[in-house]
């Protein structure tokens, strides 16, 4: 087993964890996301926490499917695949990356 797989299985638990901890915590579990929890709690209560919650919860899942593919494709077609899918990672990651938390949370705003 080479060190891709193994790095992207470890990858994969850990989103599908993260995945596990937001789906049960539901709207909890949006204080534990960087920049929200930093928030007054009055300006927190003017965002949608549920839909907040869903769409890290998603986004976790989806990240643990890409690095899930990466170990597959990694152990049985070349070991470049985990490099394949740490970009793809990357990618949709850096789409979800703002430095601004009014620009981050706008969409879930009520």
């Known amino acids: ?14 989103f599908a964890i993260l995945g596990i901890l937001f789906a049960l915590l539901k709207e909890e ?10 928030l007054p709690k009055e300006e927190r209560d003017k965002y949608d926490k549920g839909r907040l919650s869903i769409d890290r919860r998603n986004a976790f899942f989806i990240w643990a499917v890409i690095f899930a593919i990466g170990a597959i494709a ?11 899918a740490f970009v793809a990672w990357i990618i949709l990651f850096s789409r979800d990356v703002h430095f601004d938390p009014e620009k981050a949370f706008e969409k879930f705003k009520l």
């Open 74 to 84: 990694s152990f049985f077609i070349t070991p470049y695949a985990a490099i394949i």
């Open 29 to 38: 579990a949006t204080m534990l996301i960087s920049g929200f929890n930093t």
């Open 1 to 14: 087993m080479n060190t891709g797989v193994l790095v992207c299985i470890i990858m994969a638990a850990t």
